[in-house]
């Protein structure tokens, strides 16, 4: 099984250069995402914990599972938010999946 380490270790220098690497994700036990973001708002968080990458999620099924948190206009300023932040993209119908 290939970790990140070794697709960094294939990089070229180049990119190496331009691209952070972080030491904590070599320690025991962590564990790295792409689509873990700490600098994301609450309500972005919380819409952005809800969908998938290789599942779509309908923007009602957000609505029915966030609403006694979070308000139905502050859910949609969220997704529009993440849209444009490339977080997230929205397919026909209007459902939603992070991008990667």
């Known amino acids: 099984m290939a970790t990140w380490e070794d697709v960094w270790e294939e990089l070229p220098a180049s990119i190496k250069e ?5 030491a904590a994700a070599s320690e025991p036990g962590a564990t790295a995402s792409l689509f873990e973001d700490s ?3 609450p309500h972005e968080k919380k ?3 809800l969908l998938k990458a290789d599942e779509p999620t309908h923007i009602d099924e957000l609505v029915e599972r966030l609403e006694p ?5 502050e859910i949609f300023a969220a997704l529009f938010e993440l849209e444009l932040a490339g977080k997230i993209r929205q397919l026909p119908g209007k459902n939603f999946v992070k991008s990667f």
């Open 69 to 73: 948190d979070v308000s139905s206009s």
């Open 47 to 49: 819409v952005f914990a």
């Open 39 to 41: 600098a994301l708002p």
């Open 18 to 22: 331009q691209l952070p690497r972080k």
